[in-house]
């Protein structure tokens, strides 16, 4: 073994990417370019990576123009999501922004002729003894960023930031309120056409028939287009492609054999279904202690839709063999991937950018519609054609968040002492995204002719935060475990990621285990946790939101209060809860009290504001939201059969961010749903006496679980 | 087909179209408003709301010939970056949004109930935006904006 300290690395996403051009770029009127590969999804990034950039430059915010990605010139991050932006964007762009600084220091030295030690840099200019000055801008012609990343020029250190950390308004909100054109629905190309897709209202369909006669005559008609069971029109109107769209409907007859499982017992068929089983961790206790008695529990969530408030939109264009196209999509190069994929076209032929779409939360329809305008625009003479889905498409065609059922069984011995505990999972695969994989993950591509097959979902490694699995293994000192991931080999209801992946479940079911231990023992829930950490910044958030909740209040009738806790994905932000709420025939969330430690916190008001979200987003999955389906197909086709919390429902939200700036930042967006979703069990319990394992908490399921308990 | 009339954002305006047809998609195509947005085409989300008269009404499936004569503003109509409206400067002040996909909406909505109710409680605003969704959670911090704009509105 070496004694010699590890060489420091090039953050994950500039060794990928390390020509520093391709990051940022000083244009000749004074502005900053930066073109991060991450994309704005509504969490506020590009204002984060904005702010970082211009910290370690040294300019004002003002000038840093932020450039949406593109696959004809942005560094390839993969995609933006599982809360890694500013983990790998950030780092990335921190680092080769100190590198920029250190190589313009070095030339404005041999410029001016002074020692680069001796000059500072403020908004750009950089100057130095005897009133000598230059800026990156006078530089910027005889110094190439075309070189590769070194590492050399250290970020500066935390005391010596100025704008990471502070709470800066986003860059994207003024465009947003005074409605200037920033969403991709709103994009408007010269020539621009409109293409609606058909999609059929049951599972597993084939085309049988197709009686068009009466779509041929919709106004504006430009093409109707049929590939296998792709049947879509293309119009010069958007009210013209509805009215074609509407006629084909009705001309259609579609077949299937496809049966779809039972919704009311979603844990039975999860358990039933052929898997690829996985340990995921394993521990052994040295000191074996007496087991007196052994305690079992199932918990499941249900099928759970992404349910943007905006239908996916993209638009497409081809020119001869090589295509261009507008998306909302996570990953503009996977997206360009499976978009080769589907055509057998080199990928140097496809110019695939980034536009601002809606919330998407997890992998949505987003990459689908975009192979949807693709084909549309085969039909459209070289004309650009955007497809916006409709709002039953989007609830029920695009990928679902996967169903889970989970068992954990816990031994105790005589004190009613944790001795071992064996926590097993059962779900589909928590990702199909595309461009992951040798075939494509695109909806249309199985409906074209010759059909690819459709992807069975699959899980990340557990070393990337896992799928099924993730936060399955316990934060807690437990002294032996076994954790066990049972993934579906079958694939009747398409799951993809949806956000936090089977964290929402496994903390769940862990965060409520654990208190139903604790109370069989009469131990205070925070005081068990507390106990069973070691990590002080786990106990610090636990001790925090404990603190501001006043935990633990005196208990009223018809009120219940219950914590949750969980670091997301087990390395990254720490998050705790106590929810409080008011029970009866149906629960409201009143107020959820949260600490969060996401290390450095580049934009405090942004950590809030993604927490926030991400709590009363989790208040609704946990109160209101179950995919509908009977045997033939998806019921929940739009929001009176998919309900989400409404404003009269939100519960008061209080966020305190636990401030860490030595320590590297970690995203905030997906910390909040496991704890929430506990604490508002354990609430319910505490409330109502019952325990409510299968969610939603709905009147019904209360009932259920009163019944049985 | 004759045209039909109205004050689109203050300003005169025919506009020669099927009169069943949904209010948002002229709003969208033939005039070229992007404010209102489509979220759902049955009235059901609130992410399309444009005042019709004082009201806020869901222009997807309210049809074209509804608003003869009357005055419709949609979120273009409120203000500008040179001339804000109260409650586009709070909502800028309190970052009262995530996506921003459903904002247009929601301040419609808003807009409506100051103009009926310049002075609302917390309980107000809830209940008047109750029709409007918004999926990435920023219910409080509109809550906030709202509030905020009618605070600021009182002063003036």
Known sequence: MSNAAPSPKLPISLAANPQLSSWVRFAGDGEVTVSPGKVEIGQGIVTALAQIAADELDVDLSRVRMVRASTAASPNEGATSGSLSIQQSGRALRQACAEIRHIFLAAASDRLGVEAGALEVKDGTISGPGNVSTSYWELADEVSLDRNATLAGAPKAANRRTLAGQSVPRLDIPDKVFARRRFIHDLVLPGLLHGRVLRPEIAGAQLATLADASARVAPGLVAIARDGNFVGVVSETENGADAAIHALRKGATWSSSATLPDENDLAAFLKSQPVESTVIDARQSAQSGAIVRTIQRQYSRPYVAHASIAPSCAIAQWDGDRLRVWTHSQGVYLLRADLALVLKLPTANITVEHVEGAGCYGHNAADDVALDAVLLAKAAGGRPVRVQWSRADEMTHAPFGAAMAIEIEADLDGAGEIVDWRHAIWSNGHTARPGRATQPALLAATEIAPAFPRMISTNPPPASGGGGDRNSVPPYDIPAWTITSHRLLTMPIRTSALRTLGAQGNVFAIECFLDEIAAERGEDPVAFRLRHLRDERAKDVIRAAARRADWKPTHKDGIGHGIGYARYKNTGAYCAVVAEIEGADDIRVRRLTIAVDVGEAINPDGVVNQVEGGAIQATSWVLKERVRFDRTGITSNGWTGYPILRFNEVPQVDVDVVQRADIEPVGAGEAAHGPVTAAIANAVFDCLGVRVRNLPITRESLIAAMETS | ?156
């Open chain 2, 1 to 156: 087909m004759s045209a039909i009339r109205f004050r689109l954002n203050g300003v005169e305006t025919a506009v020669d179209a099927d009169p069943d047809r949904p209010l948002l998609d002229v709003l969208r195509g033939e005039l070229g408003l992007t404010g209102p947005h489509f979220g759902c085409g049955a009235g059901e989300c609130g992410a399309c709301h444009v005042l019709l008269g004082d009201r806020a009404v869901t222009s997807c499936d309210t049809p074209l010939w509804s608003a003869a004569d009357q005055d419709i503003t949609t979120v273009e109509g409120l203000g500008n970056a040179e001339r804000p409206h109260p409650l586009q400067r709070a909502f800028i002040a309190e970052q009262a949004m995530q996506c921003g996909y459903c904002v247009p909406g929601i301040m419609i909505s808003a807009a409506a109930l100051l103009r009926q109710n310049p002075t609302p409680t917390d309980a107000d605003v809830r209940a008047a935006l109750d029709r409007n969704l918004c999926r990435c959670g920023s219910h409080n911090r509109m809550i906030r904006a709202v509030l905020r704009a009618a605070g600021e509105m009182a002063a003036s």
